[in-house]
């Protein structure tokens, strides 16, 4: 028998919704009936992909008795940390200031008002290494609210209390400047991994957002420390066991310093993050290993994670069925020698083993190995040979779960990825991937809840953006019936939106996507989307100081309005926000945007010289604000063959944050993207403007001299 998750659009929920334990969903529902019984909540928060998750749900979950005594006490809520991020954040910040540590499953006791007084992580079945079981962890916290319930009132009200205390200090600084930038470079090389890459020790994340910032100080600076740790963290990531060797695509992180063993659920938001450093870091070097590793990302991405409407899934799950037919963390990728020779055969095979460090002890579990590539083939074609036929075996198995929710924030950050990606390595397959789903962000996400999708594959999908575009510049409500207007919807699946309203990072990280796909496609319906959901930043994110919320102000009011501007596995949204408002104002000489921007980057400089893996993105951000950003223009016929080599050589320009506009000349010299506007032919042919602060300097038409304007490897 199913319980109320069963109509759920969450892939994790519905992984619940056959549990006997009476699961609720997040809402008012759920608080009333604690209210009516009178027993405090029990709040369960995970996401699909999360291999503990599992585990606790086939211990714990999935036990009638213990469901039964569970459905008898508590009122149990299950929440998709990947829906509700604030419900998430808000209840981790009470975790980690009760225990000193966070992570999924996050369980946490509640007051039937939602106050939290008892906060933990995973517990297992029976006690273990000094830990209860779950069971006498349910009967003591039933105990404790049926015998000292004012205590436990008063201690919920005064977590409540302190984290929904003010908080200042977060703006009034001014943006970071060099010297700030440059302590902040030092602060990262003590963190540095000299022998292996990376920061700090095991387990060990891809440092994606501190790498963009050491590659924009290293073009800003030319600082070679700073490109250094960039190149020899990438070749350490790819080569380890963390990176996928047959199929492309990173692992969550690596559970040992030596970036040997993963974490094996492989997540949207990781590799979108990757694709763009790798494929920054070849636009910077021209490295041909940094261009096939994004490559065989991208390809991954569009490959095994783009879903039938066009957008990205979240997440391939870590676990799989082994050939025992049980679930197993990594069963999909780990391999033994004997599997590779029975693919290979026994030359082959022997030749893979070495090459892939796969040994008879193993290097993960039950004699397995996690493939690495810590060194280049020496023969490229049995390489290729081996690797395809690897792939093809390996696709017999059985295949992870995957969590086919689109979620706005990390579509966002695969479209600025394979945009940029599809431009610089010439791929206009991914473009149109990017398009694909920036157009149901658009239609699904930016329209009425509920609606269906249009076809992106559909030729009227131009029409439809230029519809739509008109429809929200004039202010007009949908089609739909609804009241939906310009505000996003955190999730979709299936073409339908979910019910959750999206929240900063959903709004500034689409945003960094539709002005990612402006920059490569010129079409302006990107730039006005891009500006649509900003202006909802402005008028219903930021407070009266200009400090950013990761929650709207018309939004669910919880305990405590979230507000985190340090980065995660994905950019803060707070710096994600100031980035996007800092690139559309370069495009339209918005001051109000520019301004914003640097409100919000005032946190930056403080966080920045004590932790800037905390902050990278906004130390990446700061990079562009000290540069101008580099505004750059280019006018000319698209058909124009200059146009194109200028068009090219200004998308590889390697100064921090440059934008790049490109447009046919206009006989009135106006024009709907402000930094084209008044920018004429050079004596009638096309030309190029380098600007900051559109302030130019004077045109070029020539390929070379551009390069050397704006940073670029490739002069035409």
């Known amino acids: 028998m199913s319980n109320r998750l069963a109509g759920s659009t969450s892939p994790y929920l519905l992984q619940h919704a056959d549990n006997p334990v009476d699961w609720w969903p997040w809402g008012e529902a759920a608080f009333a009936e604690a209210r009516r019984r009178d027993v405090p909540i029990l709040l369960s928060v995970g996401y699909a992909a999360c291999h503990w998750c599992h585990v606790m749900a086939h211990e714990s979950f999935e036990d009638a008795e213990l469901a039964a005594y569970l459905n008898e006490h508590f009122v149990a809520v299950k929440v998709d940390r990947e829906e509700r991020p604030d419900v998430d954040a808000v209840y981790m910040e009470a975790t980690t200031r009760m225990t000193g540590q966070g992570g999924w499953p996050m369980t946490v006791f509640c007051t039937p008002d939602g106050e939290p007084f008892y906060c933990g992580t995973y517990y297992p079945p029976a006690p273990r290494h000094g830990m209860p079981s779950f069971r006498q962890l349910l009967e003591a916290v039933g105990d404790a609210w049926r015998e000292r319930r004012d205590d436990v009132v008063a201690s919920g009200a005064k977590v409540a209390q302190e984290l929904a205390a003010p908080r200042g200090g977060l703006v009034g600084a001014q943006p970071p400047g060099v010297e700030d930038l440059d302590a902040a470079l030092r602060a990262s090389l003590r963190d540095y991994d000299e022998a292996r890459g990376g920061f700090g020790g095991a387990p060990k994340f891809p440092p994606s957002m501190l790498l963009e910032f050491l590659l924009r100080h290293h073009a800003r600076t030319g600082e070679r420390a700073a490109l250094d740790m960039v190149e020899h963290s990438c070749s ?14 990173f692992a969550r992180y690596s559970v040992d310093a030596e970036w040997i063993v993963p974490h094996f659920e492989k997540m949207l938001y990781d590799n979108a993050l990757l694709i763009r450093v790798y494929t920054h870091l070849w636009r910077t070097t021209g490295s041909a290993f940094a261009r096939r590793i994004a490559l ?51 030359d082959d095979g022997a030749w893979a083993a070495q090459l892939f460090e796969v040994t008879e002890a193993g290097t993960f579990e039950h004699g397995m190995s996690v493939l690495q590539l810590l060194a280049d083939p020496d023969d490229p074609a049995r390489y290729e040979s081996v690797r395809e036929r690897l792939f093809r075996a390996r696709a017999e198995r059985s295949r992870p ?41 658009v239609s699904v996400h930016l ?12 030729e009227h999908g131009d029409e439809h953006r230029g519809e739509l575009r008109d429809e929200l510049r004039d202010g007009d409500s949908d089609d739909h019936g609804q009241d939906w207007g310009d505000r996003l919807a955190r999730t979709s699946r299936d073409g339908r939106a979910g019910p959750n309203a999206g929240v900063l990072e959903d709004y500034a990280d689409t945003a960094e996507g539709f002005l990612a796909l402006y920059a490569v496609t010129s079409d302006d319906v990107w730039l006005t989307f891009a500006g649509v959901l900003l202006d909802v930043v402005l008028g219903h994110f930021t407070g009266e100081n200009g400090e950013f919320f990761d929650t709207a102000d018309d939004a669910e009011q919880l305990f405590r309005r979230p507000q985190d501007p340090t980065d995660n596995a994905t950019p803060s949204g707070w710096t994600a926000a100031a980035g996007a408002l800092l690139s559309y104002a370069a495009y339209t000489g918005s001051a109000e945007h520019r301004d914003a921007a640097g409100v919000a980057l005032g946190l930056v400089s403080p966080l920045g010289r004590q932790a800037p893996r905390a902050i990278g993105w906004g130390l990446a951000v700061a990079e562009a604000w000290l540069d101008g950003p580099r505004e750059i223009a280019v006018v000319g016929p698209f058909d124009d063959a200059a146009t194109r080599v200028l068009r090219r050589v200004a998308l590889m320009a390697t100064a921090p944050g440059a934008v790049v ?19 004429p032919l050079q004596d009638g042919h096309p030309a190029a403007y380098v600007c900051r602060h559109f302030v130019c300097r004077a045109p070029t038409g020539d390929a070379a001299e551009l390069a050397a304007q704006v940073g670029s490897r490739d002069a035409g």
């Open 296 to 346: 065989e990302s991208a390809d991954f991405l569009v490959r095994e994670l783009r879903t039938p409407e066009g957008g990205f899934a979240s997440a391939l799950d870590a676990d799989s069925l082994d050939a025992a037919g049980k679930s197993t963390e990594g069963a999909f990728y780990a391999w033994t020698p004997d599997q590779l020779a029975e693919v290979l055969g026994p």
């Open 236 to 249: 350490a990531m790819a080569r380890g066991g963390m990176y996928d060797q047959l199929g492309g695509g």
């Open 401 to 441: 779960a995957r969590d086919d929710k689109v979620v706005a924030a990390w579509n966002g950050l695969a479209i600025a990825a394979l945009a940029e990606a599809g431009a610089l390595f010439d791929r206009p397959d991914l473009v149109e991937a990017a398009i694909a789903a920036g157009d149901l962000l």
């Open 447 to 458: 329209g009425a809840p509920g609606a269906a999708p249009v076809d992106t594959a559909a």
């Open 661 to 679: 506009a490109v447009g046919e000349p206009a006989e009135d010299g106006g024009g709907p993207v402000a930094l084209l506007r008044d920018r």
